[in-house]
């Protein structure tokens, strides 16, 4: 299982063109010593997910050398908090990351460093910068500030449940290594494709629980 992950982690940062390098090494653009916390991502919150923290991380301006724990673990956070966000704006998700200068509020996080734990420090630092950047709250639970009209949002989610399930189907039929190509020709982004199946398996899973 451990070895399944390891070569699905190389893999995936593969796609991404991200090297992993010994612990004892100092990385360069492109290069990451967070071999198992990518692992530890993977395991809690799947292939999709992980592809979605390293696209964030790899594929904008600026931030391919910070590939390390706690920018991981922070990116990985915001996506599910901002999931359907993304899932409306992910090429504005990306512009935003490249504007983001995440040199700086990981080190302005780092002076928390023994009174806050890390992760949760960054996060909310990356938060707020985002959110001031795109002028509004990023999360799923905006209070009106126009991330999305209200009307339609049953019928929106609808569809959403309707097709994560359709994907979860495909999968399963799928052989491992093709499911990124079956998403590039259904012209479906990672970003869409996660979200849409977690709601699904989240709304089985409460159908399930109340029967």
């Given at each position: 299982?451990?070895q399944?992950s390891?070569?699905?982690?190389?893999?995936i940062?593969?796609?991404f063109?991200?090297e992993?390098?010994p612990?004892?090494?100092?990385?360069k653009?492109?290069?990451?010593?967070a071999?198992a916390t990518m692992?530890?991502?993977l395991?809690?919150?799947?292939?999709?997910?992980?592809r979605?923290?390293?696209?964030t991380l790899?594929?904008?301006?600026?931030?391919g050398?910070l590939?390390e724990e706690?920018?991981l673990?922070?990116?990985?956070d915001?996506?599910?908090?901002c999931s359907e966000?993304i899932d409306?704006?992910a090429s504005t998700?990306l512009?935003l990351?490249?504007?983001?200068?995440l040199?700086?509020?990981?080190?302005?996080a780092?002076h928390?460093?023994?009174?806050?734990?890390?992760r949760?420090?960054l996060?909310?630092?990356?938060?707020?910068?985002?959110?001031?950047?795109?002028?509004?709250?990023?999360?799923?639970t905006?209070s009106?500030h126009?991330l999305?009209?209200?009307a339609g949002?049953?019928?929106?989610?609808?569809?959403?449940l309707?097709l994560?399930?359709r994907?979860?189907?495909?999968?399963?039929r799928?052989q491992?290594?093709?499911?990124?190509r079956y998403?590039?020709?259904?012209g479906l982004?990672?970003?869409r494709?996660?979200?849409?199946?977690?709601?699904?398996?989240?709304?089985?899973q409460q159908?399930?629980?109340a029967?």
């Amino acid at each position: 299982m451990i070895q399944a992950s390891e070569a699905l982690v190389h893999s995936i940062c593969a796609e991404f063109d991200v090297e992993i390098i010994p612990a004892n090494e100092f990385p360069k653009p492109g290069e990451t010593r967070a071999a198992a916390t990518m692992r530890r991502i993977l395991n809690k919150r799947g292939e999709g997910h992980l592809r979605l923290v390293l696209s964030t991380l790899a594929e904008t301006k600026g931030n391919g050398w910070l590939i390390e724990e706690w920018s991981l673990w922070a990116v990985s956070d915001l996506i599910l908090v901002c999931s359907e966000w993304i899932d409306e704006n992910a090429s504005t998700w990306l512009e935003l990351w490249d504007r983001l200068e995440l040199g700086a509020i990981m080190l302005a996080a780092d002076h928390l460093r023994g009174t806050t734990p890390l992760r949760y420090a960054l996060t909310a630092l990356i938060y707020s910068r985002l959110s001031a950047l795109v002028g509004y709250g990023l999360s799923n639970t905006d209070s009106g500030h126009g991330l999305r009209r209200r009307a339609g949002v049953t019928n929106s989610r609808g569809r959403r449940l309707e097709l994560g399930r359709r994907l979860i189907e495909a999968r399963a039929r799928l052989q491992h290594g093709q499911w990124k190509r079956y998403l590039q020709e259904a012209g479906l982004s990672y970003f869409r494709a996660n979200s849409a199946m977690r709601l699904a398996k989240e709304a089985d899973q409460q159908e399930r629980s109340a029967a």
